[in-house]
């Protein structure tokens, strides 16, 4: 980390990066992404936040990977799919103040991780909040979970980014 706790400098190409502007976000979830602009139309609907594919529904959330930096997280901008129901009550409490009395809702992570092997599918918890976009806790054994409780490096997001940019 750089002085300002914001920056890493990247020893893969000199320059300082602000963690916060090099996280990884996917736009879609990977099946809708992978099809063509008519099939699209024809079998899904999509916003920013939500997505229907088919009789599947998904939501955009966030999986936050501690740094070694208190209370910093990098974030992964993914998409999970949940079932109907779940999703009915994340679209139905979005804009909610108070989502704390909602239990974490089961899903699965719709997009796979360059970096996380085998990531796609991976089973999670989605917990509504009031101020982001809800975050999702992968449950189920992977390098995945064990970073989401271990933490990573900025070294390692660093890494992330440049591989996907």
Request: hydrophobic share 35%.
């Given at each position: 980390?750089?002085?300002d706790?914001?920056?890493?400098?990247c020893s893969?190409c000199?320059a300082?990066?602000d963690?916060?502007k090099?996280?990884?976000a996917y736009?879609?979830?990977?099946?809708?992404?992978?099809?063509?602009?008519?099939?699209?139309?024809?079998r899904g609907?999509?916003?920013?936040?939500?997505?229907?594919l088919d009789?599947?529904?998904?939501?955009?959330s966030v999986?936050?990977?501690?740094?070694?930096?208190?209370?910093?997280?990098?974030?992964?901008?993914?998409?999970?799919?949940l079932?109907?129901?779940?999703?009915?009550?994340a679209y139905?409490?979005?804009?909610?103040?108070?989502?704390?009395?909602i239990?974490?809702?089961?899903g699965?992570?719709?997009n796979?991780?360059?970096?996380?092997?085998?990531?796609k599918?991976?089973?999670?918890?989605?917990e509504l909040?009031?101020?982001?976009?809800?975050?999702?806790?992968?449950?189920?054994?992977?390098?995945l979970?064990?970073?989401?409780?271990?933490?990573i490096?900025?070294e390692?997001?660093?890494?992330y980014?440049?591989?996907?940019?």
């Amino acid at each position: 980390m750089t002085d300002d706790g914001n920056s890493v400098a990247c020893s893969e190409c000199g320059a300082a990066h602000d963690i916060g502007k090099i996280e990884v976000a996917y736009g879609l979830l990977d099946d809708y992404f992978m099809l063509s602009r008519e099939q699209r139309e024809a079998r899904g609907r999509a916003n920013s936040d939500f997505c229907q594919l088919d009789n599947r529904f998904f939501v955009r959330s966030v999986i936050p990977v501690p740094l070694p930096e208190p209370d910093r997280y990098y974030c992964w901008g993914v998409w999970v799919e949940l079932p109907r129901e779940n999703c009915r009550i994340a679209y139905d409490t979005w804009e909610d103040e108070d989502v704390s009395r909602i239990p974490r809702l089961k899903g699965k992570l719709a997009n796979g991780l360059r970096e996380y092997e085998n990531s796609k599918g991976l089973l999670g918890e989605l917990e509504l909040r009031p101020d982001s976009h809800p975050f999702f806790y992968i449950v189920e054994e992977s390098r995945l979970m064990h970073d989401l409780h271990s933490g990573i490096t900025a070294e390692d997001a660093v890494r992330y980014y440049h591989q996907i940019a």
